[in-house]
């Protein structure tokens, strides 16, 4: 962002917007030891929980007690009240009452208890566990997004993100948890729609809490989102994508030499400032191919391209498919 502040929010907003998240599943876990939950590979459980769905991140907020969550491949980590624990790409992961533990329910009741919650024919609260001394109260979500063709936030985020508590955050969120909760349990006109809401506000804020956490020498996405030189570059490409953007003008409106602008973006974003202008206006063309019937030449000139044909091949270059291909399929999903 630029030393004044307030580029970031700008562009975040932009890339959640496009990318189009979608509440899925948001409920309350009352769990006592000994147990174990294990989540399969976003992949499995995306269609029963949202259909159509590209991508399902999973988050879960400690409200009370405490209780462990790890990947399958990677060291447990030990979750306290306040706590925020995140899987970004969608890798499988278990969470527990203590290190280790595995669960013994089979996937298909796995999955099938996803098809339930997401119907809402399941228990609007979820209890567990052996009744043991060792409790854990939690809130569990699962938010729909778009992966394809391009999402940087996600790209940017680790396999697994461990926000531990901050006071004055956590009582922010807890308000915002239970309102959501108390929406979720209700059959009231709109409940789904405020559920959904909420639950991309609960992520935006885990998003931010991450940003604040990062440390001066972390490269990424979002790392450069604060940096001078890569946020205003960031923030100029999302305001007018369909400009005529080259190296040299982008490098002119910052302030900057070409050669820094080139070598801090790559460093930072891990592409070119070009390239990734190739890709996110090809991210802009895939959400409105989806969501609307406006004519591929429109939306090609929308995204800063003079002829169909042009922008026809860069999409599948960049996408793989062809833009009537990609439309078609959007529709089938939905």
């Known amino acids: 962002m630029t030393a004044g502040g307030g580029a970031e929010v700008d562009v975040l907003s932009d890339v959640l917007r496009t990318v189009k998240l979608t509440g899925a599943l948001f409920f309350p876990l009352h769990a006592s030891s000994p147990w174990a939950d294990e989540i399969p590979a ?42 925020i624990f995140v899987v970004p790409h969608g890798d499988p992961y278990v969470m527990s009452s203590a290190p280790g533990m595995r669960s013994e329910a089979p996937a298909d009741a796995v999955l099938s208890f996803f098809r339930d919650m997401a119907a809402g024919s399941a228990p609007s609260v979820l209890t567990e566990g052996g009744g043991g001394p060792e409790r854990a109260d ?155 019937s406006a004519k591929v030449a429109a939306i090609a000139r929308e995204v800063g391209y003079d002829s169909e044909e042009a922008f026809s091949r860069g999409f599948k270059k960049i996408v793989g498919v062809a833009p009537s291909t990609w439309r078609r399929r959007s529709t089938i999903t939905t």
């Not at 269609?47 to 969550?69: D, E, K, T």
């Not at 060291?75 to 306290?80: E, F, W, Y």
């Not at 639950?199 to 604040?212: A, G, K, T």
Request: proline residues 7%; contains cysteine; charged residues 20%.
């Open 42 to 83: 976003a992949a499995v459980f995306a269609p029963a929980v949202l259909r159509g769905a590209q991508h399902v991140v999973s988050y879960h907020i400690v409200m009370q007690g405490a209780c462990w969550a790890t990947l399958r491949d990677s060291p447990p980590v030990g979750l306290a009240a306040g706590d």
């Open 138 to 292: 939690l809130v569990c979500g699962f938010l729909a997004c778009d992966i394809r063709p391009f999402n940087p936030v996600l790209e940017t985020l680790p396999r697994l993100v461990h926000l531990p508590r901050i006071a004055a955050v956590h009582d922010h969120l807890r308000h915002l948890i239970e309102f959501a909760l108390a929406e979720s349990r209700q059959p009231r006109s709109g409940a789904k729609c405020v559920v959904l809401r909420l639950s991309e506000v609960l992520f935006v804020e885990v998003v931010r809490r991450y940003v604040d956490g990062l440390g001066p020498g972390q490269t990424g996405w979002l790392a450069g989102l604060r940096d001078p030189i890569v946020g205003r570059a960031l923030a100029l490409l999302h305001d007018r994508p369909a400009d005529s953007w080259t190296l040299e003008r982008l490098a002119r409106e910052i302030g900057a030499s070409r050669s820094a602008l080139a070598d801090r973006f790559s460093e930072f974003v891990g592409q070119p400032p070009m390239r990734y202008l190739a890709h996110w206006r090809m991210q802009l063309a895939a959400r409105l191919l989806s969501d609307g």
